[in-house]
């Protein structure tokens, strides 16, 4: 089977000597089982690093929207806690004004909210509730749900309306025993995973090299633990994460019903663009390369990171870099994404 997937192998190492990423850990699965699992490369381009792993540690960045905090929100659309199409101003009392009383959970989810891309909140603000105002009284960038506009600002939002009686972290915790082996996915890593995690880049704002400790900026300032990033995982975790979700596609009983996650997984008719809710989902633009069936869905993580499930083929693929190290200017995975995921497609066909 190893031999199988030669292809998509050589892609990684080729990406690793030509200093993409020094690390890189990947796993191709189906509902049931892993079929390839690898580690490449060294945590940092040192020559006396140490080499990647399996169970080497990543900080999985964005990747945090769709395994924890669609997760929680899932569950807490099963359990009537939240609906999708509750005005946000009903769960944030500072999002009010003419241009956005009629955005919704939903609008959220999907990127169409009209919030701007990104802020550099960090640098002025510290806090749940002094993040919370700022991004309620930010200027939208285009009319709600005309577009689609990658945003971090909505997920924050999103993970302050999950923590309004739990902490984030806590409620993830909670839940992922039912998804995720219990170490393998994590807010706050632990000292003892010190050892095994990959290093981000070196942080001129923090002064120092970050290693088990969030890359993102507004996470950090936010205590480590956010809507849109702060979880840490091995690709294992990840994958086993994957495979509950291709199996409760499948039919099979699990942490959600099936229905509710179709709902998130399938792209949203009434607005531009490629996304679900959370999830983004197959164009052959997009980063899982140009062999995925239309109904592939995932997302991918500033600091390297990626994860797509495509549920017509039963086949996921993790991608596990640490590529903003040294530096985030190293943008060389974007190419490398689209390489491997073709690569990875042509194998299992």
């Keep these: 089977m190893a031999e199988r997937f030669d292809a998509p192998r050589d892609v990684i190492r080729g990406a690793v000597a030509h200093l993409a990423f020094p690390a890189a850990v990947v796993e191709v699965g189906n509902a049931t089982q892993p079929l390839w699992s690898e580690a490449f490369g060294r945590l940092t381009f040192g020559a006396n690093a140490s080499p990647a792993h399996p169970e080497t540690i990543f900080d999985i960045a964005s990747l945090t929207k769709v395994l924890s905090t669609a997760s929680l929100l899932m569950r807490a659309v099963e359990h009537g806690e939240i609906a999708l199409d509750d005005p946000v101003g009903a ?3 500072e999002w009010r004004g003419a241009d956005r009383d009629d955005v ?3 609008d ?3 990127h169409c909210s009209g919030l701007p891309a990104h802020r550099h909140y960090y640098r002025d603000n510290g806090g749940q509730d002094a993040f919370r105002r700022a991004i309620a009284a930010e200027p939208l960038d285009y009319e709600p749900r005309t577009r689609a506009m990658y945003s971090d600002l909505g997920f924050m939002l999103l993970g302050f309306i999950l923590a309004r009686r739990y902490r984030l972290a806590d409620r993830f915790d909670a839940t992922k025993s039912e998804i995720a082996p219990a170490d393998e996915l ?3 890593p632990p ?5 095994r995690t990959a290093p981000t880049e070196i942080d001129w704002w923090r002064g120092r090299l970050l ?4 890359h993102d900026e507004n996470t950090f300032a936010l205590g480590g633990a956010a809507g849109h990033a702060g979880l840490f995982g091995t690709a294992a975790g990840v994958g086993s994460f ?6 409760i596609l499948g039919g099979r009983t699990g942490a959600f019903r099936t229905d509710t996650v179709r709902e998130f997984t399938t792209r949203r008719a009434d607005v531009p663009g490629s996304r679900a809710l959370a999830w983004d989902t197959m164009l052959p633009a997009s980063s899982c390369g140009t062999l995925m069936s239309p109904r ?12 797509w499930i495509d549920p017509d083929r039963e086949i996921y693929v993790v991608l596990l870099t640490n590529r903003v190290h040294p530096t985030r200017a190293n943008t060389m995975i974007q190419d490398v994404r689209r390489a491997f995921h073709d690569a990875i497609m042509r194998a299992l066909m």
């Design 242 to 247: 994957a495979r509950h979700l291709l199996q």
């Design 91 to 93: 769960h944030v009392n």
């Design 211 to 214: 290693r088990c400790e969030v």
């Design 108 to 110: 959220l989810l999907s």
């Design 191 to 195: 000292p003892v995973w010190w050892p």
């Design 296 to 307: 592939a869905f995932g997302h991918t993580g500033f600091t390297g990171t990626s994860l």
């Design 186 to 188: 994590q807010f706050h």
């Design 104 to 106: 919704t959970i939903r």
